[in-house]
């Protein structure tokens, strides 16, 4: 069922290997958000891309993902972030683990808890997946990338014999 769209009831979903799992990718089935089918896989793998990644993409940006997490670069000053950090709308983390399950971590971040910015994280160094399955992402050392979750609904992925709902 790799590299195809599924109808369930007015539903649609995406099965597909993730490349950015180690070895030969990470087979995954997800719930796309949309009410109209996907007229190509391509169509398909845009849906899971929020308006942030989409508009980066179309100013030329080298937007990286890492499993369900996209990093795109900015133009931010470390002085700005931690500017931000020193009034307490943000907090300072190195080996930041992204979500409710964790399972990618951030080597350095700052993540906004108050203000416009509310939910904003920020990155730098290595974007790793904390049980190995997806191949480690350098950001740098330098510039600092937005780092947003795919739109998805449920998703189940599988690597060699086990199986794991998101």
Known sequence: ?????????????????DETGVGAGMYCFTELH?????????????????????????????????GEWFAIPT???????????ERGLA???????????????LEEAVIYRHGPQKGEVYA???????EGE???VDLGAIRWHLVVHNIQGQSYTLKGSQAQFD
């Open 1 to 17: 069922m790799g590299d195809s769209v599924v109808s369930v009831r007015e539903r649609y979903y995406l099965s597909s290997v």
């Open 34 to 66: 949309t009410d109209r089918a996907p007229r190509t896989l391509l169509d398909a793998l845009n849906f899971l891309k929020p308006k942030v990644v989409v508009e980066a993409e179309a100013r030329g940006s080298n937007v990286r993902r890492q």
């Open 75 to 85: 133009k931010l000053l470390s002085s700005e972030l931690m500017r931000d950090v």
């Open 91 to 105: 907090v300072y983390r190195e080996r930041h683990v992204l979500g409710r399950d964790g399972h990618h971590e």
């Open 124 to 130: 730098r160094g290595v974007l790793k997946h904390t």
């Open 134 to 136: 997806h191949h480690e």
